[in-house]
């Protein structure tokens, strides 16, 4: 699915998404990957959703957003709040959809200058 275009400068935007990859701006992303509201895009070493463990959500929640958009894949799955303790403990909210309502949902709120983060599980398995 191909998204229009935002002049919103400084930020990231996803431009683009399908399944197993993801553009922001003009780059490519085929794995699975952490999308800052600004700065570089991060590698998330997520092999899937049933992989998933704390240390997956610590990595974010050292970012400090003030929100997390987890898109879980293909379909949305809802991961144990015991993997969210960091984010929780923090009082950073979460909301869970799948990747491509996840990227939607992001634009939309850096388009607002919220400090957002999307950790976007792309290929793999469940991902």
């Known amino acids: 699915m191909k998204f229009q275009p935002d002049t919103t400068s400084g930020?990231?935007?996803i431009s683009r998404h399908e399944p197993g990859r993801?553009?922001?701006g003009p780059v490519l992303h085929d794995s699975s990957?952490?999308?800052p509201w600004e700065g570089a895009v991060l590698p998330w070493q997520?092999?899937?959703?049933d992989a998933l463990t704390p240390a997956h959500f610590e990595r974010i929640a050292a970012l400090q957003p003030?929100?997390?958009?987890?898109?879980?894949g293909a379909r949305i799955r809802f991961p144990?709040?015991?993997l969210l303790r960091a984010l929780i403990d923090r009082g950073i909210g979460v909301e869970t959809m799948d990747t491509?309502?996840?990227c939607r949902t992001y634009n939309v709120l850096?388009?607002?200058?919220r400090s957002a983060v999307a950790a976007l599980l792309l290929g793999g398995a469940g991902g």
């Not at 997520?46 to 959703?49: H, I, K, P, S, V």
């Open 11 to 13: 930020v990231n935007l």
């Open 22 to 24: 993801v553009w922001v």
């Open 33 to 35: 990957a952490i999308v």
């Open 46 to 49: 997520a092999d899937g959703f």
């Open 66 to 72: 003030e929100l997390v958009i987890f898109g879980s």
């Open 80 to 82: 144990h709040p015991s």
């Open 100 to 102: 491509a309502a996840a």
């Open 110 to 113: 850096v388009s607002e200058r």
